[in-house]
């Protein structure tokens, strides 16, 4: 298991790493989606519960930038910060409701030498973010610039 600042080298197939929770408040929802994502659902509690969701949701971003927060602040530490190259999928199953408390569970799927900068390596990784019942809420392929110990 990774716990400090680790490179290339320290990651292999078949990790596993926990975040820490974080419980979601109304608030926060609402804050959030008035600045990035201004919709009856993700904005007004009343207004939410005439709405295929039946009361308020948080956006999906907003779980995107949780999920975020709790990898950075979690056990997965990659040596100079987490440079990503991009999203091969995201997916929110799922709807976050306030009340909900989510934590990230990251898989390692590929660890390979970049071939363009052989200081560098190419990470993939599949988090998943689950909620207090153990639901899936989001699910994210992605692969991460690392350094290497070279």
Same mark, same amino acid.
Not at 103 to 107: C, F, K, L, M, Y
């Given at each position: 298991?990774?716990? /400090? ?8 197939v078949g990790?596993?790493l926990r975040? %820490?929770d974080?419980e ?9 989606? /008035?600045?990035h994502?201004p919709?009856p659902f993700h904005?007004?509690?009343? %207004? ?14 907003f779980?995107?930038?949780v999920?975020m /927060? ?5 056990e997965f530490?990659? %040596? ?11 997916r929110? +199953?799922?709807?976050v409701? +306030?009340g909900?408390?989510l ?5 390692v799927?590929e ?16 988090n ?14 992605t692969a991460?610039?690392?350094p290497?110990?070279?």
């Open positions: 298991m990774v716990t /400090k600042e680790s490179y290339l080298e320290d990651f292999h990790d596993r975040s %820490a974080h979601v408040s109304e608030a926060e929802i609402i804050e959030y989606a /008035k600045r994502d919709q904005t007004d509690p009343v %207004a939410a519960k005439q709405t295929a969701f039946g009361g308020l949701v948080a956006s999906g971003w779980t995107a930038a999920t /927060k709790l990898m950075a602040q979690s530490r990659v %040596a100079g910060g987490m440079i990503g190259l991009g999203v091969e999928e995201l929110w +199953p799922r709807p409701r +306030p909900d408390t934590h990230v569970e990251t898989e799927l660890v390979r030498p970049s071939r363009s900068h052989p200081d560098h390596g190419i990470l993939r990784v599949r998943a973010t689950v909620n207090q019942t153990g639901e899936t809420v989001q699910t994210m392929v991460l610039y690392v290497r110990r070279t």
